[in-house]
């Protein structure tokens, strides 16, 4: 029996943006309209493909987290948004806990994980970063890397992705200087912040390195 994400949805009383952004639930998932056209969350099982060819040790991302050791580290995603990026550092063989404070976001997410039977790949929790990290028990293990994807600027509607578009809507905005020091009192080894080519660092501190990708660079503070 799948769990009913829409009326946990409703519980946290973020209906509204349900209607806002025309989200709705029917057999194969949510589902919301882009320009048009009813887009889904459809990229799950895409990612036995990288598993099954080892794809995954080229993207920027992986390089950024695993460093030259190639070691399988344990993350703790701060960022979950639709889980891609937490998903493809899952395959690659790291231990991954994601959290995210947008009710919507995570509500996609999880119901996307039942569907695809992929809970076991991710474990994500609905929780605010800061106060998670702030909250994080002595006696637990801390996580070798943790990885920062904040909103990045506005980008003009017709220049984002379908994914993109509900990200940067209903995305919450954080504190990012509050985000990023207790990402670095609490991670054991680094902490990855993901940014545009063209955004400036999240903060001043110049990170050790950068590692860049396409259209994205992961910089690196090194510990
Ligand atoms: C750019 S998106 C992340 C995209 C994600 N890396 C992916 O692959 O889909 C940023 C996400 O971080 C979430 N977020 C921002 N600040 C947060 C915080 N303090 N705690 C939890 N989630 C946060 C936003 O709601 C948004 O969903």
Redesign the pocket.
């Known amino acids: 029996m799948m769990y009913d994400w829409l009326k946990w949805i409703r519980q946290q009383g973020a209906s509204d943006l349900l209607q806002q952004y025309h989200i709705d639930l029917d057999e194969k998932g949510f589902f919301w309209h882009y320009e048009g056209h009813i887009q889904r969350l459809n990229w799950m099982h895409q990612y036995h493909d990288l598993i099954e060819d080892g794809a995954f040790k080229k993207y920027a991302l992986i390089r950024a987290i695993k460093g030259r050791t190639g070691a399988d580290r344990y993350i703790l995603?701060?960022?979950?948004?639709?889980?891609?990026?937490?998903m493809l550092m899952a395959v690659s063989g790291c231990q991954v806990l994601t959290?995210?404070?947008?009710p919507i976001?995570f509500a996609l997410l999880k119901d996307h994980l039942d569907r695809y039977q992929l809970n076991h790949m991710m474990h994500c929790v609905y929780?605010?970063?800061?106060t998670l990290m702030e909250n994080w028990p002595i006696s637990r293990l801390k996580p070798d890397v943790i990885y920062l994807?904040?909103?990045?600027n506005i980008v003009p509607r017709a220049k984002v992705k379908q994914h993109s578009w509900l990200?940067q809507s209903i995305?919450?905005?954080?504190d990012n200087e509050q985000?990023f020091n207790r990402a670095l009192s609490l991670a054991g080894d680094k902490v990855v912040v993901?940014r545009s080519r063209r955004n400036d660092h999240l903060v001043s501190m110049k990170p050790t390195y950068t590692i860049e990708g396409k259209t994205t660079r992961y910089d690196v503070y090194q510990r």
């Not at 995603?77 to 937490?86: F, I, M, V, W």
């Not at 995305?171 to 954080?174: A, D, E, S």
């Open positions: 995603d701060c960022c979950a948004g639709l889980g891609k990026d937490a959290c995210e404070r947008s976001l929780a605010d970063a800061i994807d904040p909103m990045f990200l995305g919450m905005r954080t985000l993901k």
